[in-house]
């Protein structure tokens, strides 16, 4: 599972970088959504990766910490998801007004004289 | 504590988040209400803000002062998320409160027209500065970056047009890849530790095994990255002076504080690593890199400022010479240094600030065409002239411009360095800490001043003289060259702003003395964080009478 996830990580990573130092707005957009997503499941892995355990603690009771997935990167993850969504749509509108004002997708505004 | 109830201290988060949430409620016509309303919460958060300044610097240890832990959820502190108030940050507050007032009062004028919810933005980009300058965990401070960085894109949008959507989309794109960075170094320290509090971090970083140290390391350093990304370090930095001068004028003023958001990070958490004894090879390898850093941005934010034809990108250069002076002085990692490093922080960003209304007002009368021109007929013509011929002539000349001309020139002092005004006495105050490490008159200082002084020294002086040229060659265009010169026709709400930044510079000056002593005793808490820690672990939840919920 480790590696499988691993693996995951590292291309979404990679993909992502290659596609933000792409000239295209849209590539742009798509590379950081990539990245975020990698981000995500690289905070997830932080927690240890861990099978079948539940991240809430029952009552009072004595409990063994080994047996409890690690709560918190969950919550960092959510919230880190939440804010990345918030920003990607915010800079899909950036996006499209620039395509409007400046007629091309080129992230400088303009077409590079071949 | 009658100067510090315990929960003001939550107050700077709060009050602008509730005022910008309820200006949603009304329509973007009612702008006289939605001004006053803002202009009101910033004066409030001002208030509170100076109160919380008080209340940290009054009483208490000398080392830290009296540091004030608010917990939110009133959890038991290593869990807890918390606020923590010390002297740099109630510090950091009332800069940016101080900061807000002119620029929403310059808002007034115009700017507010230009595009919707201006004043909504504006109070939620205040909400994540002062979230950011009081937390006292890393998720939080991510979160707050958010917040700020997600009102600063609308901010820097306010207005449309095509400059202003391009250079947007740079610093969207960049700040994007940062906050992923922030979170890839977040979570390695997570990862490491198991701890996301800062305090509770600098306990656990000691007992870490040698073989998870590179891991943590490594998150330390893309954290660093991430900071230095929005302090403006070189290479970091392409985005910064295009970014800075396609803003609008209001929101360019607030944002001369955002730069320094990175480097207030960078000071609290660098200070922290070390006194948890980050191993000394990477510690000073930090340090180094700081230094240097500094040092490139200085160079490069010394030739951009020469290089300058028109008014706001020479102001967004000035941004960088201030941002690498600052990070030098931090890497230098003195004590009397930090202190003159604060003191600068302080005045250079009242300048930039001041700076950046100014320029709008100075260039409503010019077009840039001939701005251009100007620059090359200059180069092939006559030379400099003297900064202090402006005050005289500014007598003959029409009230306006008699106004805008001096404090043009004040700006020109401010940024060059030249006494009497702050921008002197910080640098002034940061070199004699790095001449003489032991204090003045301080035994054995003849031999230890390195090269690494020597150096920065150098870049001071001359990005000061830099400025000094390239103001008063933009002065003499602006103000003597043309001819049938337009006097730009300035409201009085808009020239005031100006002017009441630069009375705080003044005022700067006249109370330099209590100010730098305040200085020296935050620096001095920062070096020595332990009693920061203490207080912030061992702050007890709050006892609720009642049964729980």
């Known amino acids: ?114 | 504590m009658i100067a510090a109830p315990e929960h003001l201290v939550i107050a700077p988060v709060v009050l602008p988040m509730v005022a910008g949430a309820l200006l949603l409620f009304f329509d973007d016509r009612e702008r006289r209400l939605k001004a006053t309303i803002s202009i009101l919460t910033a004066v409030a958060l001002l208030a509170i803000s100076v109160m919380l300044l008080i209340g940290a610097h009054a009483d208490g240890e000398a080392g830290a002062g009296r540091v004030a832990v608010y917990l939110v959820g009133n959890w038991p502190p290593p869990f807890a998320i918390l606020l923590v108030l010390d002297r740099l940050s109630a510090m950091m507050l009332v800069l940016s409160s101080v900061l807000a007032i002119p620029a929403l009062a310059f808002s007034v004028g115009r700017w507010q027209k230009a595009g919707p919810h201006f004043h909504t933005l504006f109070l939620f980009l205040l909400m994540g500065l002062n979230g950011a300058f009081l937390t006292g965990d890393l998720f939080n401070l991510f979160v707050f970056f958010e917040v700020m960085l997600a009102a600063s894109y609308g901010l820097a949008l306010h207005g449309s047009g095509t400059q202003r959507v391009r250079a947007g989309m740079h610093y969207i794109a960049i700040n994007l890849a940062a906050s992923l960075l922030f979170l890839i170094g977040v979570a390695l320290i997570y990862g490491v530790t198991g701890t996301l509090n800062m305090a509770d971090l600098i306990l656990r970083i000691p007992a870490v095994a040698a073989e998870s140290r590179p891991m943590l390391e490594a998150g330390a350093a893309i954290l660093g990255v991430a900071f230095l990304i929005k302090a403006g370090m070189w290479p970091l930095s392409f985005w910064l002076p295009t970014m800075y001068t396609a803003a609008p004028a209001p929101v360019a003023a607030i944002f001369a504080i955002m730069s320094k958001v990175g480097v207030y990070v960078i000071l609290r958490l660098s200070l922290l690593f070390s006194a948890a004894g980050m191993p000394e090879g990477t510690s000073s390898f930090g340090w180094q890199l700081l230094f240097l850093g500094g040092l490139a941005t200085i160079a490069f934010g010394t030739i951009g400022v020469l290089a300058s034809q028109a008014l706001g990108r020479l102001a967004g250069y000035s941004v960088l010479v201030s941002s690498g002076t600052l990070l030098a002085a931090i890497g230098l990692s003195q004590t009397g240094v930090t202190a003159g490093a604060l003191f600068y922080l302080v005045s250079s960003t009242l300048t930039i600030s001041a700076f950046f209304l100014l320029i709008e007002l100075v260039e409503r009368g010019q077009d840039t065409l001939a701005n251009v021109l100007a620059v090359t007929q200059e180069a092939f013509g006559e030379g400099e002239e003297d900064e202090e011929v402006e005050a005289e002539v500014g007598v003959t000349i029409p009230g306006t411009l008699a106004i805008l001309g001096i404090s043009f020139g004040l700006c020109a002092i401010l940024l060059a360095g030249l006494p009497p005004l702050p921008g002197f006495l910080a640098k002034f105050a940061m070199l004699t800490a790095m001449f003489n490490p032991a204090g003045l008159g301080g035994a054995g200082t003849e031999a230890e001043i390195g090269q690494a002084t020597w150096w920065l020294t150098a870049l001071l002086i001359v990005s000061g003289l830099s400025a000094l040229i390239a103001m008063s060659r933009a002065g003499i265009r602006a103000f003597w060259a043309p001819v049938d010169a337009v006097v730009p026709r300035v409201l009085l709400i808009e020239i005031l702003p100006v002017g009441l930044l630069l009375a705080a510079t003044v005022a700067l000056t006249v109370q330099a003395g209590p100010v730098m002593r305040f200085m020296e005793a935050t620096a001095e808490g920062l070096h020595q964080p332990w009693s920061y820690v203490e207080k912030v672990m061992s702050q007890p939840p709050t006892v609720r009478p009642e049964a729980e919920r």
């Open chain 1, 1 to 114: 599972m480790e590696l499988v996830l691993s693996l995951g990580i590292g291309i979404l990573t990679g993909s992502g970088v290659w596609l933000i130092l792409r000239p295209r707005t849209y590539q742009v957009i798509i590379g950081l959504a990539l990245l975020s997503y990698a981000v995500n499941l690289f905070i997830f892995s932080m927690g240890r990766l861990t099978v079948n355990a539940p991240p809430v603690l029952p009552g009072a009771a004595e409990i063994d910490p080994a047996a409890f997935t690690d709560p918190v990167p969950q919550a960092l993850v959510l919230t880190a998801i939440v804010i990345g969504f918030a920003t990607t749509a915010l800079f899909l509108v950036v996006l499209l007004a620039a395509r409007g004002l400046t007629g091309t997708d080129h992230v400088d505004g303009r077409e590079p004289e071949r």
